[in-house]
């Protein structure tokens, strides 16, 4: 064989490799990395800027929640929920189990403020753990991520054990911090399968940190969620983590079930 038809063959070989399909792709996609990978790269940190005032509700808004009393609120058990109310926050006492609404939803807008404790204790998911659970199963994050390193599936704002948030825009401990749900309910069929996926968008102060995520399931540690069939509305949880995190403002807005499917 002649150097020329050889050159030829290699030429004609690394084009062929170089336009596979995927032959270009990253070795990992960013959902391919295993569940609580510490090897995973870290979201940018962001500056929100400083807390404000308590955001108040739009006039169409349910309020959950506003520093007062947990009326609207049971213990997971359905009793009478055990945090405690201070001057115009609740506070989570580690042990009493997480809380729930008494009422339950389906597609909705969900404004939370939170803050984690101000004295800071432990590191890593020992340090102000909380979280959002939606329908009582899909959790966003609450962490103090403020210079604490954990594994970024697992920081604030993360959809806890898959996705984590586009960014940490995370306050210092002590501080209120915000955020702005959007969630669209999962859709079954018949035989029990996802039709639909849950969807999520949500700004963590004011940031944006999941742009319509889909859960891949329903939040569980330490292994690959999956889904199981369930009710079109389940209440939302906050949770009992053991550390005393502090909400004031919880309001929703129930929106109309009409995303297309497929969306
Ligand atoms: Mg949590």
Redesign the pocket.
């Given at each position: 064989m002649s150097s020329r038809i050889l050159a030829t063959a290699f030429a004609l070989t690394l084009a062929l490799l170089l336009f596979l399909p995927g032959a270009c792709r990253p070795a990992q996609e960013p959902d391919e990395w295993p569940v609580h990978s510490m090897e995973r790269p870290r979201p940018p940190v962001v500056d929100p800027g400083p807390p404000g005032p308590p955001a108040p509700p739009p006039s169409d808004a349910i309020v959950l929640m506003d520093g007062s009393n947990l009326d609207e609120w049971l213990s997971q058990a359905g009793d009478e929920p055990g945090w405690r109310v201070g001057e115009g926050y609740v506070e989570v006492v580690g042990g009493t189990g997480s809380i729930r609404t008494r009422r339950e939803f389906g597609d909705i807008q969900l404004h939370v403020e939170w803050a984690a404790p101000a004295e800071v204790t432990g590191e890593g998911?020992n340090r102000g753990?909380?979280?959002v659970f939606l329908m009582g199963r899909y959790?966003v994050?609450?962490?103090d991520s403020w210079d604490n390193d954990t594994y970024p599936d697992?920081q604030s704002a993360a959809l806890?054990g898959q996705v984590p948030p586009l960014v940490n825009a995370s306050r210092p401990p002590g501080a209120w911090q915000t955020f702005d749900i959007v969630f669209r309910r999962p859709h079954f069929g018949e035989d029990g399968r996802v039709i639909r996926p849950a969807r999520i968008t949500v700004f963590h102060n004011g940031v944006l940190v999941h742009d319509n995520v889909a859960f891949t399931g329903i939040t569980v540690h330490g292994r690959e969620a999956e889904y199981r069939p369930h009710e079109d509305r389940g209440p939302i949880l906050l949770?009992d983590?053991g550390d005393p995190l502090r909400f004031r403002t919880v309001w929703v807005r129930e929106l109309t079930d009409s995303s297309p499917p497929g969306r």
């Amino acid at each position: 064989m002649s150097s020329r038809i050889l050159a030829t063959a290699f030429a004609l070989t690394l084009a062929l490799l170089l336009f596979l399909p995927g032959a270009c792709r990253p070795a990992q996609e960013p959902d391919e990395w295993p569940v609580h990978s510490m090897e995973r790269p870290r979201p940018p940190v962001v500056d929100p800027g400083p807390p404000g005032p308590p955001a108040p509700p739009p006039s169409d808004a349910i309020v959950l929640m506003d520093g007062s009393n947990l009326d609207e609120w049971l213990s997971q058990a359905g009793d009478e929920p055990g945090w405690r109310v201070g001057e115009g926050y609740v506070e989570v006492v580690g042990g009493t189990g997480s809380i729930r609404t008494r009422r339950e939803f389906g597609d909705i807008q969900l404004h939370v403020e939170w803050a984690a404790p101000a004295e800071v204790t432990g590191e890593g998911q020992n340090r102000g753990n909380s979280g959002v659970f939606l329908m009582g199963r899909y959790e966003v994050q609450i962490l103090d991520s403020w210079d604490n390193d954990t594994y970024p599936d697992g920081q604030s704002a993360a959809l806890y054990g898959q996705v984590p948030p586009l960014v940490n825009a995370s306050r210092p401990p002590g501080a209120w911090q915000t955020f702005d749900i959007v969630f669209r309910r999962p859709h079954f069929g018949e035989d029990g399968r996802v039709i639909r996926p849950a969807r999520i968008t949500v700004f963590h102060n004011g940031v944006l940190v999941h742009d319509n995520v889909a859960f891949t399931g329903i939040t569980v540690h330490g292994r690959e969620a999956e889904y199981r069939p369930h009710e079109d509305r389940g209440p939302i949880l906050l949770q009992d983590h053991g550390d005393p995190l502090r909400f004031r403002t919880v309001w929703v807005r129930e929106l109309t079930d009409s995303s297309p499917p497929g969306r």
